[in-house]
């Protein structure tokens, strides 16, 4: 039995996020090719997070005698592993003990080289595990150490060793280790394990070295290429990625007031053929029977209502089997189950699915926009879309709890993108699931960086606030290559003082979605940041300065603002600000003016000829092709008054001009989907390949078609002028 494999989608997930195993194996001598193993020690590490380990610490008869000098070193003795289990029967008990988790241990090539020569030996098919050897990790961060050993490792990052030369004594101290580096390499941009695994290839002396010795090759440990794995992303079904609530709600509602009777409440049920029935508020007036209306007080897209309620068939006939026919005459409202668990109408099929998973329940409301229940959403309308172990993903986001968790679950994010890609999903649902799970990222690091606050005694939040996402992420057209932008809103009325409670709120959030995989903005666009963190009258003043001085700085600012979607909190907040922000942006001729003018200005990656202009061999999609189309696109919004955040509901917005041309707006939307897909594909290749995420593209890894994509693509981001009435800048 050798070692499994891992599972796929790990090349993304953040070392500090990793299930690991540490391991070490002690041996008969050091000639890796004759000696035997005797004993095999390692540590299991869900995550970098401090705490106790599950151990694993067995003897090996080797089957030959031990020689002295090994004893010398670790002890172990020839009647210490006589009754010992041999070497195949102690793999397989091992192998199942690690399962798929990577393998990491210091100059563990040596370990694996071992292990390869007992499986040869006993004729036992060999599969090397996904390995980074800690060694390698302190040699990318620390060059200079006098010596490569375990020992001046330690002493460097301050770890305390314990049980040296024995087997678990070392896995223990190559675990520690590798806990004390994690921090070490993120601060030189090495965040991911396919980052790593890149980063260790380019060590060729210390690789050469320990090749020559015999040692194992690090450089092809394990299947390193998650895209070469797509068999495992395939049982994921693309539907409820694909579909929104509404596709499948049942409208309109409805609805039965507290004080009808269980048997009105059930014939209501049988005649319309439906499972639940809505309740409104206990306080609410008198009878009102049944009907289509809408309830009010009702949850938005991730809370409860308040008050409103609900009853299903199972409440009925649990009441019924407790109070037999009696409980038919009884008022229905007392069999209400409350708060109703609410969803919005415009979320992902696989976030209804999720919802009903965690809390265990088969029905949910769907309200609309304002709150107001417009629709039904139950089990059996779900039962035939299942998508797998991923669909878990927004509730393991929003149920973390740690930011170790939190990275781990974020990993998740590219086995799904993968599988949707392969299975030809629009790229535009993609990036918009995308964005989804980064607004839900951004306000599960919020709270728990809240929670960290409270536990170090420095208070609950001084005054309501509400976390805002902007750009990409708040339009709902973000891809893998994410930073963060947000900003925080607070009260007005907050005590003095409170802008430093909030500052260390900004700042311990960007720091744990900076350890989750999700980078501090370059443009130092976050709350942690003083211009993006404001009480409600100064951003208010701020917005219309933006909007009445026009200058670079403020039409870019505006750009990300008018993104912004509200996260968590007190989110009323945001919604208004946002809602004056549009009116008085509406009004100002000369902003539309610059901000299109703005929109037009952009260099054209297209060369003479039609010819790719690349630098470093890649073409930035993002600069050249898709921000002159959401530019010009957010432009249309907000001249006319469009709500809709996302690029093809805005530009949409644009065929009813005099001067606008259909086929334009076709196009562009085309363009803007093709330009999505191709970041995306280039990003999927990348996190395999452990290279840093962007948003530019290597003509040199598209087949002929993509390249035809490509070219059309760009070409028609001219037609922006077009839309918006300007002369053409692009260049």
């Known amino acids: 039995m050798s070692f499994r494999p891992t599972s796929g989608g790990l090349s993304g997930i953040p070392l500090a996020s990793m299930p690991a195993v540490a391991i070490d194996t002690e041996t008969t001598g050091l000639d890796v090719e004759k000696v035997r193993i005797v004993e095999i020690g390692a540590v299991r590490l869900e995550t970098c997070a401090p705490g106790e380990q599950r151990v694993y610490s067995e003897l090996v008869d080797p089957g030959i005698p031990i020689s002295g000098a090994s004893i010398e070193i670790h002890g172990i003795t020839d009647s210490d592993v006589a009754g010992a289990p041999p070497f195949p029967e102690r793999m397989a008990e091992f192998a199942a003990w690690a399962g798929p988790a990577v393998v990491i241990g210091y100059s563990i090539g040596f370990d694996l080289a071992v292990f390869r020569a007992e499986h040869e030996r006993h004729g036992l098919p060999w599969q090397p595990p996904r390995t980074l050897d800690v060694g390698h990790l302190v040699d990318l961060v620390a060059p200079a150490l006098p010596e490569k050993s375990l020992e001046t490792a330690a002493g460097w990052l301050g770890v305390e060793l314990s049980g040296r030369h024995r087997a678990l004594g070392d896995a223990r101290a190559a675990a520690e280790i590798y806990r004390a580096v994690v921090p070490k390499l993120r601060e030189k941009g090495i965040v991911t394990l396919a980052q790593a695994e890149r980063a260790v290839r380019a060590l060729s002396a210390r690789m050469t070295e320990e090749a020559q010795s015999g040692w194992h090759d690090m450089g092809q440990s394990g299947d390193a290429r998650d895209g070469s794995r797509i068999a495992e992303y395939v049982r994921i079904d693309s539907f409820a990625y694909r579909h929104r609530v509404a596709d499948l709600m049942k409208t309109p509602p409805l609805t039965v007031d507290n004080g009808r009777t269980v048997r009105a409440a059930l014939a209501a049920m049988m005649e319309s053929k439906v499972s639940s029935l809505f309740l409104p508020p206990e306080t609410a007036g008198g009878p009102n029977g049944f009907g289509d209306g809408f309830g009010d007080g009702f949850g938005d897209e991730s809370g409860d209502g308040p008050g409103d309620g609900i009853v299903t068939e199972r409440d009925i006939l649990r009441a019924i089997d407790r109070d037999g026919p009696a409980a038919l005459d009884a008022p229905v409202g007392n069999l209400g189950q409350r708060p109703l668990v609410t969803i919005h109408k415009d979320e992902f099929v696989y976030r209804a699915i999720a919802r009903m998973s965690a809390g265990g329940f088969r029905h949910l409301g769907v309200v609309d926009e304002g709150g107001a229940l417009c629709g039904a959403l139950s089990a059996r309308d779900l039962l035939r879309q299942r998508a797998g172990d991923a669909v878990a993903l927004g509730d393991s986001i929003e149920s973390a709890r740690s930011r170790f968790e939190l990275g781990r679950v974020w990993s998740q994010l590219t086995a799904v993108a993968r599988a949707l890609v392969f299975e030809?999903?629009?790229?535009?649902?993609?990036?918009?699931?995308?964005?989804?799970?980064?607004?839900?990222?951004?306000?599960?690091?919020?709270?728990?960086?809240?929670?960290?606050?409270?536990?170090?005694?420095?208070?609950?939040?001084?005054?309501?606030?509400?976390?805002?996402?902007?750009?990409?992420?708040?339009?709902?057209?973000?891809?893998?290559?994410?930073?963060?932008?947000?900003?925080?809103?607070?009260?007005?009325?907050?005590?003095?003082?409170?802008?430093?409670?909030?500052?260390?709120?900004?700042?311990?959030?960007?720091?744990?979605?900076?350890?989750?995989?999700?980078?501090?903005?370059?443009?130092?666009?976050?709350?942690?940041?003083?211009?993006?963190?404001?009480?409600?009258?100064?951003?208010?003043?701020?917005?219309?300065?933006?909007?009445?001085?026009?200058?670079?700085?403020?039409?870019?600012?505006?750009?990300?603002?008018?993104?912004?979607?509200?996260?968590?909190?007190?989110?009323?907040?945001?919604?208004?600000?946002?809602?004056?922000?549009?009116?008085?942006?509406?009004?100002?001729?000369?902003?539309?003016?610059f901000l299109a003018l703005a929109a037009g200005n952009f260099d054209t990656p297209l060369g003479m000829f039609g010819r790719f202009r690349t630098d470093a061999g890649r073409v930035d999609l993002k600069i050249g092709g898709i921000m002159p189309i959401f530019s010009a696109a957010r432009v249309i919004a907000l001249m006319h008054g469009v709500e809709a955040r996302t690029t093809p509901k805005r530009l949409a917005a644009a065929r009813g001009l005099e001067t606008v041309s259909g086929k334009d707006v076709d196009n562009l939307v085309e363009a803007h989907r093709l330009l999505l897909n191709l970041i995306l594909g280039q990003q999927l290749r990348d996190i395999d390949a452990g290279v840093a995420l962007s948003n530019k593209v290597a003509p040199s890894e598209l087949n002929g078609f993509e390249k035809q994509e490509m070219k059309w693509a760009l070409e028609q981001v001219s037609l922006v002028s077009n839309l918006l009435g300007i002369p053409a800048l692009g260049r």
Not at 448 to 470: F, Q, R, S
Request: glycine letters at 10%.
């Open 424 to 593: 030809e999903v629009d790229a535009r649902n993609i990036a918009s699931m995308i964005s989804r799970e980064l607004r839900a990222l951004t306000a599960r690091s919020c709270e728990l960086a809240e929670a960290e606050m409270t536990e170090a005694g420095l208070g609950e939040a001084p005054a309501p606030y509400a976390l805002l996402v902007l750009g990409s992420g708040g339009r709902g057209e973000s891809l893998l290559a994410m930073d963060q932008d947000n900003a925080l809103i607070y009260a007005d009325d907050a005590p003095d003082g409170a802008d430093g409670w909030f500052e260390q709120l900004g700042r311990r959030t960007a720091d744990i979605l900076n350890e989750t995989g999700v980078i501090y903005c370059p443009g130092g666009i976050m709350a942690s940041n003083a211009a993006w963190r404001k009480p409600l009258g100064v951003w208010r003043e701020t917005v219309r300065s933006w909007i009445g001085r026009s200058r670079a700085e403020d039409l870019l600012n505006c750009d990300i603002f008018f993104d912004a979607q509200a996260v968590l909190g007190a989110t009323g907040m945001a919604d208004d600000l946002r809602a004056e922000a549009l009116a008085l942006a509406r009004q100002a001729t000369n902003f539309h003016k």
